[in-house]
């Protein structure tokens, strides 16, 4: 019944979580961050999961730019940790960003999910990340060729869950919002989104978080595996 399939790419199909510690602890020991007051790779990757939520957060509210993310983010890190020195905070930005979309670990199934589908439909990305770096963990992950269109915050000036981005996404691949679906692990972006926009959703909830829910999605999975059953 869909002539168009939308995927989240953050924490639904790059591995978000193991790909960050990775890059987080090769920057830890690269700058001996141990020296500088910060205890273990562990304290600063829990750490930084905290301050980047926070930040990303704002983002998508439009209450802070990327350039304000992508400056603040290992200054306030620091400070939580007790480390005032921030001499090198702007060259740890670049090394985390650098090398963590560099790393190729997907989330279970991923692969086998995408073969199955790739011949069947047209496969998209609707993503709050920024194009340069989606791009880059995509090709590094080995699933870029999978996709048609790259959907952001950039190229389509909204960001999820504006209806916008939806909005932007059915025009550019000429399809019916009901004529589609969006798979994504975010309830309140990915979900709630494109919900609004009149899309069918499935929620990826490898984790079975509890939340509160202002409807029911059309499906909920998880593992994505699952996939093969619903499309």
């Known amino acids: 019944m869909y002539k168009h399939l939308f995927f989240d790419l953050d924490h639904t199909l790059w591995d978000h979580n193991t790909n960050s510690k990775l890059a987080l602890d090769e920057v830890y020991q690269h700058y001996h961050l141990q020296e500088l007051g ?15 939520h926070q930040l990303w957060d704002l983002y998508e509210q439009g209450k802070i730019s990327q350039s304000v993310l992508r400056h603040e983010r290992f200054r306030m890190i620091f400070s ?5 020195d921030h001499s090198l905070c702007d060259e740890i930005t670049e090394r985390y960003i650098h090398t963590s979309v560099r790393k190729p670990h997907l989330l ?9 589908l790739f011949p069947k439909y047209p496969l998209h990305i609707i993503t709050n990340g920024f194009i340069e770096i989606q791009e880059v963990k995509m090709s590094f992950g080995g699933i870029k ?44 972006s990915d979900i709630v989104g494109a919900n609004k926009a009149g899309i069918d959703t499935v929620f990826f909830n490898p984790d079975g978080r509890k939340q509160e829910r ?18």
Do not use: W
């Open 108 to 116: 279970p199934n991923t692969t086998k999910v995408l073969d199955y």
């Open 80 to 84: 939580r940790l007790g480390c005032h």
């Open 145 to 188: 060729h999978y996709f048609r269109e790259i959907i952001t915050s950039q190229n389509s000036g909204y960001k999820k869950p504006d209806v916008g981005i939806f909005e932007y996404a059915l025009d550019l691949v000429g399809a019916k919002a009901s004529e589609c679906i969006m798979i994504g692990d975010s309830f309140q």
């Open 214 to 231: 202002t409807f029911v999605p059309k499906h909920e999975v998880k593992d994505l595996i699952e996939l093969k059953r619903i499309l």
């Open 38 to 52: 910060i205890s273990s790779s562990a304290q600063f990757y829990l750490t930084f999961n905290e301050v980047n």
